[in-house]
């Protein structure tokens, strides 16, 4: 019961929290342009070029920061001495193979334990009333 409550407080905070301070940046936006309301006629005029220019913004500042610095994967495989440019790529690789292995052993360990059990589940379906 807990680990439900924990994982819908966390979709909620992880939902809609950003929602909201979005909201309220807008907001605070709007209110150091002189504009008091949002749901005023020069506040739906001005949320309108918010709402146009912030894509904008963000992709053009994606772009600057991907020039000439590395990601934040790239920074840490460098700092482990991992110098070659297909250091990242060889990283996702085997991060997704121990992943597949983890899961055909925890696949081969739980059809081992329960093996007998489930065969014997399966003979009692066979079972015909006489």
């Known amino acids: 019961m807990f680990l439900a409550a924990a994982a819908l407080f966390l979709f909620v ?15 605070q936006s ?6 008091a309301s949002r749901r005023s006629l020069a506040g ?7 709402a146009a220019q ?3 913004d963000a992709y053009f500042r994606s772009v600057e920061k991907e020039r000439g610095e ?3 994967l790239e920074a840490k495989l460098f700092r482990a001495g ?6 990242p790529a060889v ?16 696949y081969a360990v739980v059809h081992r334990k329960f093996q007998e059990f489930l065969y014997s589940q399966w003979q009692l379906c066979l079972v015909l009333p006489a």
């Open 70 to 72: 590395p990601n934040a």
């Open 54 to 56: 912030r894509p904008v």
């Open 91 to 106: 990283y996702t690789l085997s991060r997704i193979a121990a992943v597949g292995i983890g899961f055909l052993g925890c």
């Open 44 to 50: 739906q005029d001005q949320l309108a070029k918010i």
């Open 30 to 35: 709007l209110l150091s342009e002189g504009i």
């Open 82 to 87: 991992f110098y070659q440019s297909s250091a």
């Open 13 to 27: 905070a992880l939902i809609f929290l950003p929602a909201l301070q979005t909201r309220k940046l807008v907001s």
